[in-house]
């Protein structure tokens, strides 16, 4: 059987980190105009720069949950294709499948980037990265080059979209876990997914405004709904 799980900041929240449209979400206090996109880091490179320095600084202090750890278990004994799809740029999945190695069929995408990992503004190329980057970050990828966060901004193309769309394709499981539903295109794979005829399942803190989409709904934290939903699988 192919699996598709696609997460989002809610199978984070546990473990400390903050989601972005709860009240105390990480939208508060900026303007996701101002932080999340190229305009905003072109008009105010400083203010990005320390938007994400401060959130890769944070990594340090949190660990994977049980949520996280459930998917890697997951991932140890899966014998079909596992296409794990985050659009969390926190290297909490990264860190639980490092602690469980995942079978030969498991791979993990960050659509939307990584916090620890910078991107040359004038080759594209992309290395780890853990400290702070400042306003105007000499890149050692090029002469003329700085280093930006390796982060997906509004208006920009999130990554390997081919791979995700052609495992949506092929998938007989599509589960959402913590996301809201919405930002495109991860909003719609839940559509691919049905396309494809999988069951389609959203686990998430209470149903979102895509609720509707999915053959079944299963609420509550996802240290214990995750866990307890894969344990029958
Ligand atoms: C693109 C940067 C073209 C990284 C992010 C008008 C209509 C439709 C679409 C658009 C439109 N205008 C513009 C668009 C496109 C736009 C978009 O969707 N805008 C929205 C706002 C309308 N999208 C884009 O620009 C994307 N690019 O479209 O390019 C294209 C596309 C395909 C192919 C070719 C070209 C780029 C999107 C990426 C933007 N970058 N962030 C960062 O700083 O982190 S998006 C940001 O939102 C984060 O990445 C985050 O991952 C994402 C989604 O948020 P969630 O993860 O869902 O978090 P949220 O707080 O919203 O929800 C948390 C959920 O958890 C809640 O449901 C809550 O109930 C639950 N929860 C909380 N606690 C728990 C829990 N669940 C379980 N247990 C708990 N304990």
């Known amino acids: 059987m192919n699996l598709v799980v696609l997460t989002g900041a809610g199978v984070s929240a546990e473990s400390g980190v903050p989601t972005f449209r709860a009240s105390d979400g990480l939208w508060e206090g900026h303007r996701v ?14 203010l990005v720069q320390d ?3 401060q959130r890769r600084r944070q990594l340090a202090t949190v660990h994977p949950n049980a949520a996280h750890r459930a998917l890697a278990d997951l991932a140890a004994r ?15 999945h990264d860190r639980a499948h490092a602690d469980t190695p995942p079978a030969p069929g498991f791979e993990l995408i960050h659509m939307h980037g ?3 990992k910078a991107r040359c503004t004038a080759s594209g190329v992309v290395c780890d990265w853990a400290g702070d980057l400042a306003p105007a970050h ?22 390997e979209m081919e791979r995700i769309e052609a495992a949506l394709a092929r998938c007989d499981l599509f589960v959402s876990i913590g996301t809201s539903g919405a930002v495109y295109p991860a909003a719609g794979f839940v559509q691919l997914a049905r396309m494809a005829g999988a069951r389609t399942v959203e686990i998430n803190l209470e149903p979102t405004q895509g609720a509707r989409l ?15 939903f894969f344990g029958t699988l």
């Not at 079909?80 to 909490?92: P, S, Y």
Request: hydrophobic share 40%.
């Open 138 to 159: 000499a890149s050692p990828h090029h002469p003329r080059g700085t280093l930006r966060p390796h982060i997906v901004w509004f208006g920009e193309i999130p990554l």
């Open 114 to 116: 990584e916090l620890k």
């Open 214 to 228: 999915f053959d079944e709904g299963v609420y509550g934290p996802a240290s214990e709904t995750v866990p307890g």
């Open 78 to 92: 899966w014998t079909g294709e596992f296409l794990l799809v985050t659009q969390n740029v926190d290297d909490l």
């Open 51 to 53: 938007f994400y320095n």
């Open 33 to 46: 105009e101002a932080v999340a996109t190229p305009e905003g880091f072109a008009a105010n490179p400083a």
